[in-house]
């Protein structure tokens, strides 16, 4: 390193590499208008990346103002033509919004070589370069962005809309916008030896291995991605927090429950151990897949193990709902004194916690991820539970009707139960991979 002498900045250029990461749209400050000198500079920077032949494939249009609107309701237009059997109201309406959040949205479109010697694969690689050095831009410049292959990415019809030729490919939409908030977490990755191997020396396996080669054909099949969160969904850091915040309270309400005396205190403090049981499960499932997805070792669907937690969350939330049916049921039976001051205490602590937890789980955009949705509604299952305890406890203090309680209990339970019923048809339905047919 002593005789290597930077001619810029190089410890400021790994930082930005380091921090470079996707931030979603929903996570831009709404309204807030990037400058287009800005996003100038960063596609000037974009058409510096390096390009076999110097080809230059890369053909963007840029979408701002009302062209965001323009750009919304033209996805939705096509998908509502195109999409024929596979229609989905809910997702028509999300390419019609989702733009609406961003300050700029610009289309990655590769223009293939007139002459077609040059493999398509190297005009790929390069608009990747270009991609890349757009988000490197975005990240010096404190601005976030996101690049997805979602909406009509691989509608053939698209591609004349962002003057594209047949031979041409659209290779998705670049977002840009003002982070809401800070985010200062560097981009997770495995250590570099799990992917990388040094040779430094002359090795005689050389001829071994090239007669032991063989041919290996690959056969893959290019899926339409629906989903706007579908590449990198940073739920696994979210659903982290929670399980944090979820187990501080529920350990603050066991220790003063058994210290007060106070039942319900401490009751409330274990049933909140079901959620954190759950909501664990959702953080673990996305820490399996982001550590195995790619290793090389292990096969597997990542969106089969994201339903599968989905799935094992849902029963755990109905049995919940079972366990507050029966529990208020018996109560109703035989009633109980309740120490209402102590419970709205619990209850108020109970709701606050939850309203964190749903702000930091909700994405702005309906959850289509069966995992980070069963630790939504856990989440919500616990807040019903605080909020209808707030009113019935509130009521029931004035009053002296303890009874109150245990309706308000009842109810809660048919609710969750409810949701836990729609979690478990959504989740179940995709490890079987189910599908209603027609005619």
């Known amino acids: 390193m002593e005789n290597v002498q930077p001619t810029f900045d190089v410890d400021q250029l790994n930082k930005i590499i380091k921090h470079r990461r996707s931030i979603y749209p929903y996570q831009y400050e709404k309204g807030k208008r990037i400058p287009d000198e800005i996003i100038r500079q960063i596609l000037e920077n974009a058409i510096r990346a390096p390009n076999h032949k110097q080809t230059e494939p890369w053909r963007f249009k840029v979408f701002t103002s009302e062209g965001?609107?323009?750009?919304?309701?033209l996805q939705a237009s096509l998908y509502n033509q195109y999409s024929g059997d596979t229609f989905n109201e809910d997702r028509h309406r999300k390419m019609r919004e989702y733009p609406l959040?961003?300050?700029?949205?610009?289309?990655?479109?590769?223009?293939?070589?007139?002459?077609?010697?040059?493999?398509?694969i190297e005009e790929i690689e390069a608009m990747a370069c270009a991609v890349q050095n757009m988000f490197l831009s975005v990240t010096a410049y404190g601005l976030g962005s996101y690049w997805t292959t979602a909406g009509i990415t691989y509608f053939e019809e698209a591609k004349p809309y962002f003057g594209l030729q047949p031979k041409d490919k659209l290779l998705g939409f670049f977002y840009i916008g003002y982070p809401a908030k800070p985010i200062i977490a560097v981009s997770k990755r495995n250590p570099l030896e799990a992917s990388t191997e040094w040779i430094a020396e002359d090795k005689d396996d050389l001829q071994d291995l090239l007669a032991g080669n063989g041919t290996v054909a690959h056969q893959t099949s290019m899926k339409e991605v629906v989903d706007p969160h579908e590449h990198t969904m940073d739920y696994e850091n979210t659903s982290k927090w929670v399980v944090y915040l979820t187990v501080a309270t529920m350990l603050l309400e066991i220790v003063v429950g058994y210290y007060t005396n106070s039942m319900a205190l401490t009751a409330e403090g274990w049933h909140m151990s079901t959620h954190v049981f759950a909501i664990g499960l959702t953080w673990l499932a996305y820490l399996f897949t982001r550590k195995y997805s790619t290793s090389g070792k292990y096969?597997?669907?990542?969106e089969k193990v994201l339903s599968l937690s989905g799935f094992t969350s849902a029963i755990v939330l109905q049995i919940i709902a079972i366990i507050m049916a029966i529990e208020s049921i018996q109560r109703l039976i035989h009633p109980i004194p309740v120490k209402f001051s102590e419970a709205?205490?619990?209850?108020?602590i109970g709701l606050v916690v939850n309203a964190i937890s749903a702000k930091m789980l909700h994405s702005g955009d309906?959850?289509?991820d069966d995992?980070?949705?069963?630790?939504?509604?856990?989440?919500?299952?616990?807040g019903l539970t605080s909020l209808t305890a707030i009113i019935a406890l509130s009521i029931g203090w004035y009053y002296?009707?303890?009874w109150l309680d245990d309706i308000s209990g009842i109810i809660g339970a048919l609710v969750i139960t409810s949701w836990a019923i729609q979690l478990i048809k959504g989740s179940?339905?995709?490890l079987i991979d189910y599908v209603k047919l027609t005619g």
């Not at 096969?299 to 990542?302: A, C, G, H, S, W």
């Not at 995992?371 to 616990?382: E, G, M, P």
Request: proline share 2%; charged share 25%; aromatic share 10%.
């Open 68 to 73: 965001l609107k323009y750009f919304g309701d």
């Open 101 to 120: 959040m961003s300050s700029h949205i610009i289309s990655i479109g590769m223009c293939r070589e007139a002459t077609g010697k040059l493999p398509e």
């Open 299 to 302: 096969k597997f669907q990542k």
């Open 344 to 348: 709205i205490i619990v209850a108020v």
């Open 371 to 382: 995992n980070i949705r069963a630790a939504y509604i856990h989440v919500l299952a616990d």
């Open 400 to 402: 002296k009707w303890y």
């Open 366 to 368: 309906e959850h289509h």
């Open 428 to 430: 179940g339905g995709k």
